[in-house]
């Protein structure tokens, strides 16, 4: 089982605050630091200082971590268009030299559209646009140095494109889909993902999940072993009981809820729960911390936690 950090910055943070949140990650031996990619707090918090870009914050870290990969948990589609995206991340690729991931999914917040100016179709079109942008985004990786990539899309239609610049990694960045839609989802993910994430499920909704998902693998001809499977969990892990009641005191739960929906209690507990979620197939926990101020919780989960996985 692997650990990575997922942060939330639009809950209130500064690039300074991701980058010690980095760092940190990088020097106690995570496997990867990810981002959210919102524009708008939720809850009652201030989200003071405001919103941070997802892609300009990785491409950031990209120069200013050494080794930890990155990527984002997820990516709206509605907020760039794939040519552009494409390229966007190919150039953190590039300037990360291969450590890039990119999480993308239909954007589902529909407030944070309204305070940007951003459109918001139906549901079912936001599903037809992400689809588009996979077979944009993969077929601009795909193509040949030399050739050229046409797409006749309903919404992004593609002519004659150089499909320039290529990311480093062989034969592209990694793609993570996920959610719980039963149809759909599942087989956008048995055609483009290489990672099929569940955010914030219990291990019973996420053995369900991950079924369907290997059921339209199956029906695809694809082997569901080509995929990785994992789970993101709000973290809040203490040395007693007394250390999680601050730490979950500190982002507004309570630490009997997250134990029940969450990764929360001693390292013990931590290490029993994560068990769970490897029973059904579960190979990365992705642990979502909210206080980013709160560097010895993640010193703690990896001197405690990761070498008992």
């Known amino acids: 089982m692997e650990l990575r950090i997922f942060t939330e910055p639009q809950q209130g943070a500064t690039y300074d605050d991701l980058l010690a949140v980095a760092r940190c990650a990088e020097e106690a031996g995570y496997g990867a630091f990810f981002r959210s990619d919102h524009y708008l707090k939720m809850g009652a918090v201030s989200g003071d200082p405001g919103p941070t870009d997802a892609w300009t914050t990785l491409a950031g870290l990209a120069r200013d971590t050494r080794r930890i990969r990155l990527g984002t948990l997820m990516t709206a589609a509605t907020f760039r268009l794939p040519g552009p995206l494409a ?7 590039q300037m990360s030299g291969g450590r890039v991931e990119l999480g993308i999914g239909t954007g589902w917040y529909a407030e944070e559209h309204t305070a940007y100016g951003i459109p918001f179709p139906s549901l079912g079109e936001r599903f037809d646009r992400l689809e588009e942008q996979l077979a944009v985004v993969t077929g601009l990786w795909a ?3 030399g050739a050229t990539f046409d797409f006749a899309g309903t919404y992004y239609p593609v002519s004659a494109s150089p499909a320039l610049p290529k990311p480093v990694q062989d034969p592209r960045p990694p793609i993570l889909l996920g959610g719980m839609g039963p149809k759909r989802t599942p087989r956008l993910a048995a055609r483009y993902a290489d990672e099929f994430n569940l955010p914030f499920a219990s291990v019973e909704d996420s053995a369900a999940q991950f079924d369907r998902v290997r059921a339209a693998c199956a029906e695809t001809g694809r082997d569901p072993g080509e995929l990785r499977w994992s789970n993101a969990l709000v973290l809040c892990c203490g040395r007693d009981d007394a250390e999680v009641a601050r730490r979950a005191a500190a982002i507004g739960r309570e630490p009997d809820e997250l134990r029940e929906n969450g990764l929360a209690g001693t390292p013990a507990e931590v290490v029993d729960k994560i068990g769970r979620y490897a029973e059904i197939g579960s190979e990365r926990l992705y642990l979502q911390v909210l ?6 919780h993640l010193e703690l989960v990896a001197a405690e936690v990761q070498p008992q996985l």
């Not at 390229?87 to 690729?93: E, F, K, L, N, W």
């Not at 206080?291 to 010895?296: G, I, K, M, N, P």
């Open 143 to 145: 193509t040949p140095p």
């Open 291 to 296: 206080d980013l101020a709160d560097l010895d």
């Open 87 to 93: 390229i966007t991340v190919a150039q953190v690729d």
